[in-house]
Protein backbone atom coordinates (compact mmCIF):
# COMPACT_ATOMS: atom_id res chain seq x y z
CA UNK A 1 0.00 0.00 0.00
CA UNK A 2 1.08 3.54 -0.66
CA UNK A 3 2.03 5.38 2.02
CA UNK A 4 1.23 8.73 -0.43
CA UNK A 5 -1.86 7.83 -2.05
CA UNK A 6 -2.79 11.54 -2.64
CA UNK A 7 -1.90 11.69 -6.80
CA UNK A 8 -3.83 8.65 -7.64
CA UNK A 9 -6.74 10.31 -5.20
CA UNK A 10 -6.44 13.09 -7.37
CA UNK A 11 -7.07 11.16 -10.82
CA UNK A 12 -9.57 9.45 -10.22
CA UNK A 13 -11.31 12.52 -8.71
CA UNK A 14 -11.57 11.32 -5.06
CA UNK A 15 -11.52 13.88 -2.02
CA UNK A 16 -7.95 14.45 -1.20
CA UNK A 17 -6.99 17.13 1.92
CA UNK A 18 -3.99 19.06 -0.57
CA UNK A 19 -3.47 18.98 -4.16
CA UNK A 20 -0.81 16.35 -4.86
CA UNK A 21 2.07 18.29 -6.33
CA UNK A 22 4.72 16.76 -8.96
CA UNK A 23 6.91 18.58 -11.62
CA UNK A 24 7.77 17.16 -15.42
CA UNK A 25 11.24 17.11 -15.57
CA UNK A 26 11.98 17.20 -12.10
CA UNK A 27 15.27 15.06 -12.52
CA UNK A 28 17.42 16.75 -14.54
CA UNK A 29 19.98 19.64 -15.30
CA UNK A 30 18.46 22.57 -13.02
CA UNK A 31 19.83 19.76 -9.73
CA UNK A 32 23.62 19.97 -9.79
CA UNK A 33 23.16 16.48 -7.82
CA UNK A 34 21.78 15.49 -11.12
CA UNK A 35 24.84 16.86 -13.20
CA UNK A 36 27.42 15.19 -11.32
CA UNK A 37 25.90 11.85 -11.68
CA UNK A 38 25.61 12.97 -15.28
CA UNK A 39 29.21 14.19 -15.86
CA UNK A 40 30.23 10.57 -13.62
CA UNK A 41 28.14 8.31 -15.99
CA UNK A 42 29.47 10.49 -19.21
CA UNK A 43 26.05 10.77 -20.93
CA UNK A 44 22.30 11.13 -20.67
CA UNK A 45 22.04 8.02 -22.29
CA UNK A 46 24.50 6.15 -20.28
CA UNK A 47 21.87 6.92 -16.94
CA UNK A 48 19.26 6.01 -18.83
CA UNK A 49 20.74 2.44 -19.52
CA UNK A 50 21.94 1.97 -16.21
CA UNK A 51 19.73 1.10 -13.58
CA UNK A 52 21.27 1.90 -10.36
CA UNK A 53 22.20 5.87 -12.15
CA UNK A 54 18.59 5.74 -13.17
CA UNK A 55 17.44 5.17 -9.88
CA UNK A 56 19.32 7.48 -7.97
CA UNK A 57 18.42 10.47 -10.34
CA UNK A 58 14.71 9.53 -9.74
CA UNK A 59 15.58 9.88 -6.32
CA UNK A 60 16.75 13.25 -6.07
CA UNK A 61 14.35 15.74 -6.43
CA UNK A 62 12.25 13.70 -3.69
CA UNK A 63 15.26 13.79 -1.36
CA UNK A 64 15.04 17.88 -1.71
CA UNK A 65 11.26 18.35 -2.19
CA UNK A 66 8.18 17.37 -0.71
CA UNK A 67 6.82 16.41 -3.50
CA UNK A 68 3.70 13.80 -4.20
CA UNK A 69 5.04 11.55 -7.08
CA UNK A 70 8.22 10.02 -8.34
CA UNK A 71 8.41 9.49 -12.25
CA UNK A 72 10.72 6.85 -13.64
CA UNK A 73 14.14 8.48 -14.86
CA UNK A 74 14.39 7.99 -18.89
CA UNK A 75 13.19 9.69 -21.92
CA UNK A 76 10.78 8.67 -24.73
CA UNK A 77 12.91 8.34 -27.49
CA UNK A 78 14.31 4.77 -25.94
CA UNK A 79 11.64 3.09 -28.18
CA UNK A 80 13.10 4.47 -31.50
CA UNK A 81 16.57 3.33 -30.02
CA UNK A 82 15.22 0.06 -29.15
CA UNK A 83 13.84 -0.24 -32.80
CA UNK A 84 17.70 0.53 -33.95
CA UNK A 85 17.88 3.81 -34.90
CA UNK A 86 20.68 4.71 -33.00
CA UNK A 87 20.09 7.23 -30.89
CA UNK A 88 22.50 9.73 -29.57
CA UNK A 89 22.35 13.06 -28.24
CA UNK A 90 24.49 15.93 -29.20
CA UNK A 91 25.59 18.85 -27.06
CA UNK A 92 23.41 21.99 -27.94
CA UNK A 93 21.28 19.87 -30.53
CA UNK A 94 19.50 17.64 -28.82
CA UNK A 95 19.00 14.04 -29.81
CA UNK A 96 19.92 12.62 -33.31
CA UNK A 97 19.42 9.54 -34.82
CA UNK A 98 22.20 7.13 -36.97
CA UNK A 99 19.25 6.11 -38.93
CA UNK A 100 16.41 7.90 -39.27
CA UNK A 101 12.82 6.49 -40.53
CA UNK A 102 12.48 7.78 -44.34
CA UNK A 103 10.81 5.62 -46.90
CA UNK A 104 7.84 3.21 -46.67
CA UNK A 105 10.49 0.30 -46.79
CA UNK A 106 12.43 1.40 -43.72
CA UNK A 107 8.84 1.68 -41.92
CA UNK A 108 8.07 -1.94 -42.91
CA UNK A 109 11.29 -3.21 -41.86
CA UNK A 110 11.28 -1.84 -38.55
CA UNK A 111 10.97 -4.61 -35.62
CA UNK A 112 8.54 -3.78 -32.57
CA UNK A 113 10.75 -4.32 -29.30
CA UNK A 114 10.17 -6.82 -26.64
CA UNK A 115 10.32 -3.81 -23.81
CA UNK A 116 10.91 -7.49 -21.38
CA UNK A 117 14.43 -8.13 -23.78
CA UNK A 118 15.30 -5.20 -25.83
CA UNK A 119 13.99 -2.37 -23.36
CA UNK A 120 15.21 -4.82 -20.04
CA UNK A 121 17.20 -1.56 -18.59
CA UNK A 122 13.85 0.49 -18.13
CA UNK A 123 12.29 -2.38 -16.78
CA UNK A 124 15.20 -2.90 -14.43
CA UNK A 125 15.05 0.94 -13.05
CA UNK A 126 11.84 0.45 -12.68
CA UNK A 127 12.33 -2.36 -10.29
CA UNK A 128 14.88 -0.49 -8.43
CA UNK A 129 13.20 2.83 -7.91
CA UNK A 130 10.07 0.71 -6.35
CA UNK A 131 12.34 -1.09 -4.15
CA UNK A 132 14.24 2.46 -3.21
CA UNK A 133 11.01 4.23 -2.76
CA UNK A 134 9.49 1.35 -0.45
CA UNK A 135 5.96 2.76 -1.46
CA UNK A 136 6.50 6.41 0.23
CA UNK A 137 4.99 8.00 -2.78
CA UNK A 138 3.73 6.56 -6.20
CA UNK A 139 5.59 6.47 -9.73
CA UNK A 140 4.57 7.21 -12.74
CA UNK A 141 6.05 5.79 -16.04
CA UNK A 142 5.80 7.27 -19.07
CA UNK A 143 6.06 6.96 -22.86
CA UNK A 144 5.99 9.40 -25.60
CA UNK A 145 2.88 9.39 -28.02
CA UNK A 146 2.42 7.46 -31.20
CA UNK A 147 3.16 11.05 -33.10
CA UNK A 148 4.98 12.49 -31.24
CA UNK A 149 7.77 9.76 -31.58
CA UNK A 150 7.30 9.52 -35.25
CA UNK A 151 8.40 13.09 -35.61
CA UNK A 152 11.73 12.49 -34.07
CA UNK A 153 12.21 9.20 -36.23
CA UNK A 154 11.10 10.67 -39.36
CA UNK A 155 12.96 14.13 -38.81
CA UNK A 156 16.04 12.16 -37.83
CA UNK A 157 15.87 14.86 -34.25
CA UNK A 158 14.01 17.64 -33.18
CA UNK A 159 12.38 20.24 -35.33
CA UNK A 160 11.02 23.52 -36.19
CA UNK A 161 8.66 23.06 -39.29
CA UNK A 162 8.61 19.46 -39.13
CA UNK A 163 8.26 19.07 -43.09
CA UNK A 164 9.37 15.59 -43.57
CA UNK A 165 6.94 13.73 -41.15
CA UNK A 166 4.22 16.36 -42.03
CA UNK A 167 5.46 15.39 -46.16
CA UNK A 168 4.83 11.94 -45.26
CA UNK A 169 0.90 12.45 -43.74
CA UNK A 170 -0.31 14.25 -46.77
CA UNK A 171 1.74 12.75 -49.48
CA UNK A 172 1.58 8.69 -48.35
CA UNK A 173 -1.16 8.60 -45.24
CA UNK A 174 -0.80 4.91 -45.68
CA UNK A 175 3.00 4.58 -44.50
CA UNK A 176 2.34 7.29 -41.87
CA UNK A 177 -0.23 5.48 -40.45
CA UNK A 178 1.97 1.64 -40.81
CA UNK A 179 4.48 3.78 -39.10
CA UNK A 180 2.06 4.78 -36.07
CA UNK A 181 0.00 1.58 -35.61
CA UNK A 182 3.67 -0.42 -35.22
CA UNK A 183 4.25 2.72 -32.85
CA UNK A 184 0.98 2.48 -30.63
CA UNK A 185 1.65 -1.90 -30.29
CA UNK A 186 5.34 -0.65 -29.08
CA UNK A 187 3.99 1.66 -26.64
CA UNK A 188 1.38 -0.54 -25.20
CA UNK A 189 3.75 -3.10 -24.43
CA UNK A 190 6.15 -0.76 -22.94
CA UNK A 191 3.81 0.90 -20.81
CA UNK A 192 1.73 -2.68 -19.58
CA UNK A 193 5.52 -3.53 -18.92
CA UNK A 194 6.16 -1.24 -16.71
CA UNK A 195 3.08 -1.32 -15.07
CA UNK A 196 4.38 -5.40 -14.25
CA UNK A 197 7.77 -3.63 -13.29
CA UNK A 198 5.33 -1.61 -10.51
CA UNK A 199 4.49 1.85 -12.02
CA UNK A 200 1.26 3.18 -9.86
CA UNK A 201 0.22 5.95 -13.21
CA UNK A 202 1.07 5.74 -16.36
CA UNK A 203 1.67 9.45 -18.65
CA UNK A 204 1.94 9.68 -22.05
CA UNK A 205 3.45 12.40 -23.42
CA UNK A 206 2.75 14.29 -26.98
CA UNK A 207 4.86 16.71 -27.27
CA UNK A 208 4.21 17.74 -30.85
CA UNK A 209 0.23 17.10 -31.05
CA UNK A 210 -0.24 20.94 -31.60
CA UNK A 211 1.25 21.15 -34.85
CA UNK A 212 -1.00 18.81 -36.03
CA UNK A 213 -4.53 20.50 -37.54
CA UNK A 214 -7.85 19.68 -35.87
CA UNK A 215 -8.68 16.30 -37.95
CA UNK A 216 -4.97 15.55 -38.03
CA UNK A 217 -4.60 16.14 -34.66
CA UNK A 218 -7.48 13.29 -34.46
CA UNK A 219 -6.71 11.09 -37.34
CA UNK A 220 -2.43 10.76 -36.48
CA UNK A 221 -2.26 11.40 -32.63
CA UNK A 222 -5.50 10.93 -30.50
CA UNK A 223 -6.46 7.77 -32.46
CA UNK A 224 -3.14 6.07 -31.51
CA UNK A 225 -3.21 7.50 -27.47
CA UNK A 226 -6.73 5.83 -27.98
CA UNK A 227 -5.65 2.45 -28.76
CA UNK A 228 -3.01 2.55 -26.31
CA UNK A 229 -5.47 3.65 -23.07
CA UNK A 230 -7.91 1.16 -24.40
CA UNK A 231 -5.06 -1.60 -24.08
CA UNK A 232 -3.91 -0.49 -21.11
CA UNK A 233 -7.49 -0.41 -19.16
CA UNK A 234 -8.26 -3.87 -20.55
CA UNK A 235 -4.98 -4.95 -19.26
CA UNK A 236 -5.77 -3.34 -15.66
CA UNK A 237 -9.37 -4.81 -15.78
CA UNK A 238 -8.20 -8.29 -16.21
CA UNK A 239 -5.43 -8.47 -13.51
CA UNK A 240 -8.21 -6.30 -11.61
CA UNK A 241 -5.20 -3.44 -11.30
CA UNK A 242 -6.44 0.27 -10.96
CA UNK A 243 -3.28 2.44 -13.46
CA UNK A 244 -4.38 5.85 -14.41
CA UNK A 245 -3.73 6.94 -17.63
CA UNK A 246 -2.77 10.49 -17.90
CA UNK A 247 -2.62 12.29 -21.88
CA UNK A 248 -0.57 15.42 -22.22
CA UNK A 249 -0.50 17.47 -25.85
CA UNK A 250 1.17 20.70 -25.33
CA UNK A 251 -0.68 23.27 -27.25
CA UNK A 252 -3.81 20.69 -26.88
CA UNK A 253 -6.21 23.01 -25.34
CA UNK A 254 -8.57 23.26 -28.13
CA UNK A 255 -9.30 19.79 -28.22
CA UNK A 256 -9.49 18.65 -24.41
CA UNK A 257 -13.52 17.73 -25.20
CA UNK A 258 -11.99 15.15 -27.83
CA UNK A 259 -9.23 13.89 -25.31
CA UNK A 260 -11.07 13.58 -22.33
CA UNK A 261 -13.28 11.30 -24.73
CA UNK A 262 -10.55 9.01 -24.88
CA UNK A 263 -11.09 7.02 -21.37
CA UNK A 264 -8.09 8.30 -19.87
CA UNK A 265 -8.37 9.24 -16.68
CA UNK A 266 -6.33 12.26 -16.41
CA UNK A 267 -5.76 14.94 -19.10
CA UNK A 268 -2.79 16.92 -18.96
CA UNK A 269 -2.88 20.90 -19.62
CA UNK A 270 0.11 23.38 -20.99
CA UNK A 271 0.14 27.43 -19.52
CA UNK A 272 -2.15 28.32 -22.19
CA UNK A 273 -5.38 27.12 -21.39
CA UNK A 274 -7.48 28.50 -18.52
CA UNK A 275 -7.66 25.99 -16.03
CA UNK A 276 -11.09 26.84 -14.55
CA UNK A 277 -12.33 26.58 -18.22
CA UNK A 278 -10.85 23.59 -18.75
CA UNK A 279 -12.78 22.16 -15.43
CA UNK A 280 -15.86 23.58 -16.49
CA UNK A 281 -15.57 22.08 -19.71
CA UNK A 282 -14.26 18.48 -18.69
CA UNK A 283 -13.66 17.95 -15.01
CA UNK A 284 -17.27 15.60 -14.66
CA UNK A 285 -15.18 13.11 -16.86
CA UNK A 286 -11.39 13.25 -16.32
CA UNK A 287 -9.00 14.96 -13.94
CA UNK A 288 -6.73 17.82 -14.85
CA UNK A 289 -2.83 18.24 -14.24
CA UNK A 290 -1.15 21.51 -14.80
CA UNK A 291 -0.70 24.65 -15.99
CA UNK A 292 1.85 26.51 -14.00
CA UNK A 293 4.02 28.79 -16.92
CA UNK A 294 7.56 27.05 -16.33
CA UNK A 295 8.62 31.09 -16.58
CA UNK A 296 7.13 31.76 -13.29
CA UNK A 297 9.80 29.82 -12.12
CA UNK A 298 12.16 33.12 -12.74
CA UNK A 299 10.18 35.38 -10.61
CA UNK A 300 10.77 35.36 -6.93
CA UNK A 301 9.17 33.35 -4.42
CA UNK A 302 6.99 35.86 -3.18
CA UNK A 303 5.55 36.24 -7.01
CA UNK A 304 5.36 32.75 -7.01
CA UNK A 305 3.22 31.90 -4.63
CA UNK A 306 1.40 34.48 -5.80
CA UNK A 307 0.85 32.92 -9.27
CA UNK A 308 0.77 28.94 -7.57
CA UNK A 309 -2.26 30.18 -5.53
CA UNK A 310 -4.08 31.77 -8.47
CA UNK A 311 -3.78 28.49 -10.50
CA UNK A 312 -5.54 26.53 -7.64
CA UNK A 313 -8.12 29.22 -6.73
CA UNK A 314 -9.04 28.81 -10.99
CA UNK A 315 -8.94 25.64 -10.18
CA UNK A 316 -11.69 25.28 -7.24
CA UNK A 317 -12.87 23.29 -4.67
CA UNK A 318 -13.33 20.57 -6.60
CA UNK A 319 -11.88 16.92 -7.28
CA UNK A 320 -9.34 16.02 -9.63
CA UNK A 321 -6.76 18.45 -9.58
CA UNK A 322 -2.94 17.41 -9.69
CA UNK A 323 -0.66 20.47 -9.84
CA UNK A 324 1.96 20.75 -12.06
CA UNK A 325 3.83 22.83 -14.56
CA UNK A 326 2.64 23.41 -18.09
CA UNK A 327 5.57 21.75 -19.64
CA UNK A 328 8.98 20.74 -18.05
CA UNK A 329 11.16 23.13 -15.33
CA UNK A 330 13.54 24.54 -17.62
CA UNK A 331 17.43 24.02 -16.64
CA UNK A 332 17.92 27.14 -15.56
CA UNK A 333 15.63 27.59 -13.03
CA UNK A 334 17.26 28.14 -9.24
CA UNK A 335 16.06 24.92 -7.08
CA UNK A 336 15.07 26.85 -4.29
CA UNK A 337 12.12 28.95 -6.12
CA UNK A 338 10.82 25.14 -6.46
CA UNK A 339 10.93 24.73 -2.99
CA UNK A 340 8.57 27.89 -2.76
CA UNK A 341 6.40 26.53 -5.27
CA UNK A 342 5.61 23.23 -3.77
CA UNK A 343 5.11 24.81 -0.38
CA UNK A 344 2.49 27.66 -1.65
CA UNK A 345 0.45 24.25 -3.25
CA UNK A 346 0.22 22.93 -0.17
CA UNK A 347 -0.94 25.87 1.50
CA UNK A 348 -3.24 27.28 -0.62
CA UNK A 349 -4.72 23.72 -2.16
CA UNK A 350 -5.41 23.26 1.97
CA UNK A 351 -7.01 26.51 2.09
CA UNK A 352 -9.38 26.39 -1.06
CA UNK A 353 -10.01 22.67 -0.20
CA UNK A 354 -11.06 22.89 3.29
CA UNK A 355 -13.45 25.27 2.39
CA UNK A 356 -15.39 22.91 0.67
CA UNK A 357 -18.96 21.96 1.84
O1 LIG B 1 10.08 14.21 -16.11
C1 LIG B 1 11.09 13.61 -15.67
O2 LIG B 1 11.79 14.04 -14.73
C2 LIG B 1 11.43 12.24 -16.24
C3 LIG B 1 12.43 12.21 -17.22
C4 LIG B 1 12.14 12.64 -18.65
C5 LIG B 1 13.19 13.02 -19.53
N1 LIG B 1 12.67 13.17 -20.77
C6 LIG B 1 14.59 13.17 -19.15
C7 LIG B 1 15.46 13.99 -20.00
C8 LIG B 1 10.96 12.64 -19.39
C9 LIG B 1 9.53 12.36 -18.94
C10 LIG B 1 11.32 12.97 -20.73
C11 LIG B 1 10.34 13.02 -21.82
C12 LIG B 1 10.75 13.58 -23.11
N2 LIG B 1 11.94 13.42 -23.77
C13 LIG B 1 9.89 14.32 -23.94
C14 LIG B 1 8.43 14.63 -23.65
C15 LIG B 1 8.27 15.70 -22.66
C16 LIG B 1 8.68 17.06 -23.16
O3 LIG B 1 9.63 17.59 -22.59
O4 LIG B 1 8.02 17.56 -24.07
C17 LIG B 1 10.61 14.66 -25.11
C18 LIG B 1 10.09 15.47 -26.27
C19 LIG B 1 11.90 14.08 -24.99
C20 LIG B 1 12.97 14.08 -25.99
C21 LIG B 1 14.17 14.77 -25.50
N3 LIG B 1 14.94 14.33 -24.44
C22 LIG B 1 14.76 15.93 -26.02
C23 LIG B 1 14.21 16.74 -27.18
C24 LIG B 1 15.89 16.18 -25.25
C25 LIG B 1 16.91 17.25 -25.49
C26 LIG B 1 16.37 18.58 -25.19
C27 LIG B 1 16.47 18.86 -23.73
O5 LIG B 1 15.46 19.22 -23.10
O6 LIG B 1 17.59 18.75 -23.26
C28 LIG B 1 15.96 15.19 -24.24
C29 LIG B 1 16.99 15.06 -23.18
C30 LIG B 1 16.54 14.83 -21.78
N4 LIG B 1 15.54 14.02 -21.38
C31 LIG B 1 17.16 15.38 -20.62
C32 LIG B 1 16.50 14.85 -19.51
C33 LIG B 1 16.83 15.08 -18.06
C34 LIG B 1 18.36 16.29 -20.63
C35 LIG B 1 19.53 15.44 -20.89
C36 LIG B 1 20.79 15.95 -20.22
O7 LIG B 1 20.98 15.70 -19.02
O8 LIG B 1 21.56 16.59 -20.93
Known amino acids: MLKNDLLIKALLRQAVPRTPVWIMRQAGRYLPEYLKVRSQAGDFMTLCKTPELACRVTMQPLERFDLDAAILFSDILTIPDAMGLGLQFVKDEGPVFARPVRTKRDIVNLPIPDPIHELGYVV ?3 KAIKTELNNKVPLIGFSGSPWTLATY ?8 VFSKIKGLIYEQPETAHLLLDKLAKAVELYLIAQIQAGVNVCMIFDTWG ?3 TPQGYQDFSLQYMKKITAGINQYCANNNITIPVVLFTKQGGQWLESIADSNCHAVGIDWTVNIKQARELVGHKVAIQGNLDPAVLYATPAQIREHVK ?7 PHNGHVFNLGHGIYPDVNPDHLTALIAAVKESSTQVLSSRA
Open 310 to 316: KVIYDFG
Open 153 to 160: MVEGGSSK
Open 124 to 126: DAV
Open 210 to 212: GVL
